[in-house]
């Protein structure tokens, strides 16, 4: 099963008026957990997004499709990055665990669709 | 050296002489190109187990041409009649001219060719994107895959950015010769741009969380060692060789062993390629005063001054500033202000060099990159505005595109607000 790990947040959204050695921190379980999940194969694909500023969102208004500049969530709640991880809900939920229990912001878990039918 | 790097060694060596001893018998670019390409992966296949050939060239031209007739036979009536025209007007067996036409293809192949072969690869009818996978395969010999895995794009888009790249050469009627001047001098500045933006993309990999792509620099190096060799008597050839080795000389020390960014002032000196340096040195010794100087030397000779110091603290800055000026004037742009900002700054202070990036504030140029707000960061904190400084490391962090760059600036900024807003201790 596939699943999609979601991070959330503009920069210093999860880092605000954190100390340098905490941020640093983060960044080093970002990249070793990467590591490990791409060592194990658990990992399909991983990115980090630019920050949810640089986001150019499209609406519908007065007939036509507009452009703005910024994200369509809040910058607090835009996606900031994802893994997509072959593993079971389970095994999901743990690695997005290790991570909360270090940045202490919310992180999400959603099953990938399949292509497939099952009767 | 394996026998496989061996191989490989050989058969990159040897693309660009093929290929354009066979663009010179044949012309048809984009099919010599097909052709070549088969003769390697055929050598590929057949060499391991042989062994690589006593005149591998000769055999890689062989094969080459073999392919490219027979292609020509399956293509139909119309390029039946050009291939007994191109082979042969009295009709004789095209396998008996294939021996003389080889002999003679790589009798007549040399420097020039070489030369008209990386000049067609540079066209300025293609993109640069084109530019460079066309000079990457076809000068540098590297395969589909391996420029693939440079650039981190699948296979198949630079697959078609090479066929499409042969077509619009095709189209645009480019010619296989060596430009006569007036347009060879900028032709060869296309070329030399071409090699510097492979090497740029190594260096500073524009995407991807790993800093930097060896393979990328080393391809670049190469292509612009054989080009110097092409082109003694250069100087803004000289110049690029010369601005690759000193800049890539400091490798090793510009990332940290988890990947991050380490600034040049931080450095570990220890860690630079002394051979490196000291060939930059020499070759751009060798050019300067022999003719007006350009851009390329320019830098040059800017990274040969930071190379030279043994530490920070001894570098030469009014000396760097003065080439900062002659570069402002010979090849200006945002680019080049900002990094005479930072030498500014050294030399005359912090409120000095900000005051200059002032005069970028407008320039449309700087908009959408990061680099204009993060040198205004490093020099507000150096002339002690700490808040502001933060600000802008913030805002810099906020629009790179670079992830390591991202955590740098980030921790940048979180140094300085931690320091702000630390509350002092009350005495006991």
């Known amino acids: ?119 | 050296m394996t026998g496989q790097r061996r191989i490989e060694d050989v058969l990159r060596e040897s693309t660009p002489q093929v290929l354009a001893a066979l663009v010179r018998r044949y012309g048809q670019f984009d099919a010599c190109e097909d052709a070549v390409q088969e003769a390697l992966l055929a050598a590929m296949v057949q060499w391991p187990g042989e062994g690589v050939p006593e005149r591998p060239r000769s055999w890689l031209l062989t094969v080459a041409s073999r392919s490219l007739v027979d292609a020509w036979r399956i293509d139909g009536a119309r390029r039946r009649r050009e291939t007994a025209a191109a082979l042969d007007p009295a009709g004789r067996a095209p396998a008996a001219d294939l021996a003389v036409d080889v002999a003679v293809g790589l009798a007549g192949s040399g420097r020039d060719d070489t030369l008209a072969l990386l000049f067609l690869c540079c066209h300025p009818a293609l993109s640069p994107p084109s530019q460079l996978a066309l000079t990457l395969r076809a000068v540098g010999g590297l395969t589909t895959a391996q420029i693939a895995a440079a650039f981190l794009v699948p296979e198949a888009t630079i697959a078609k950015r090479i066929v499409r790249a042969k077509q619009r050469i095709r189209d645009a009627g480019a010619r296989f010769e060596l430009p006569a001047q007036p347009q060879r001098t900028p032709r060869l500045g296309v070329v030399l741009q071409v090699l510097y933006l492979i090497f740029n993309e190594g260096y500073t990999a524009s995407s991807g969380p790993v800093l930097q792509r060896t393979d990328l620099i080393a391809e670049a190096i190469r292509l612009a060692r054989l080009l110097h060799r092409l082109l003694p008597d250069e100087a803004e050839v000289a110049g690029l060789l010369a601005l690759m080795l000193l800049t890539d000389a400091r490798r090793a020390a510009r990332t940290d062993p988890d990947g991050r960014i380490v600034p040049l002032a931080d450095q570990q000196r220890d860690l630079w390629d002394v051979a490196a340096i000291a060939e930059g040195q020499a070759i751009l010794t060798r050019t300067l005063g022999a003719g007006p100087v350009g851009p390329y030397q320019l830098q040059a000779a800017i990274a040969a001054l930071h190379d030279e110091a043994p530490a920070a603290a001894a570098t030469d800055w009014p000396q760097i500033l003065a080439l900062y000026d002659v570069l402002a004037t010979v090849a200006p742009g945002p680019v080049v202000t900002l990094s005479r900002a930072v030498a500014v700054a050294h030399v005359h202070g912090p409120r000095a060099g900000l005051a200059l990036l002032g005069t970028l504030d407008a320039d449309e140029r700087m908009a959408h990159t990061h680099r204009l707000e993060a040198v205004r960061a490093h020099l507000l904190e150096q002339a002690g505005d700490p808040a502001a400084a933060r600000g802008c490391y913030l805002r810099a962090a906020k629009t790179t595109a670079s992830l390591p760059e991202q955590r740098y600036l980030e921790l940048r900024a979180a140094r300085l607000h931690h320091r702000t807003c630390l509350p002092t201790r009350k005495a006991d």
Request: net charge negative; with cysteine.
């Open chain 1, 1 to 119: 099963m596939k699943y999609m790990i979601m991070m959330f947040g503009g920069l210093g959204a999860a880092a605000q008026n954190r100390s340098p050695e905490w941020i640093a921190g983060m960044h080093e379980l970002l990249m070793k957990l990467d590591t490990e999940l791409k060592e194990s194969g658990e990992c399909v694909a991983s990115e980090a997004l630019a920050d949810p500023g640089q986001a150019k969102t499209v609406r519908f208004a007065g007939g036509a499709p507009v452009q703005t500049d910024g994200p369509f969530a809040e910058v607090k709640e835009s996606l900031a990055g994802f893994w997509i991880v072959d593993v079971d809900e389970e095994r999901a939920i743990q690695i997005v665990s290790q991570v909360v229990g270090y940045t202490e912001y919310p992180m999400e878990v959603r099953r990938i669709m399949d292509h497939s039918a099952q009767l």
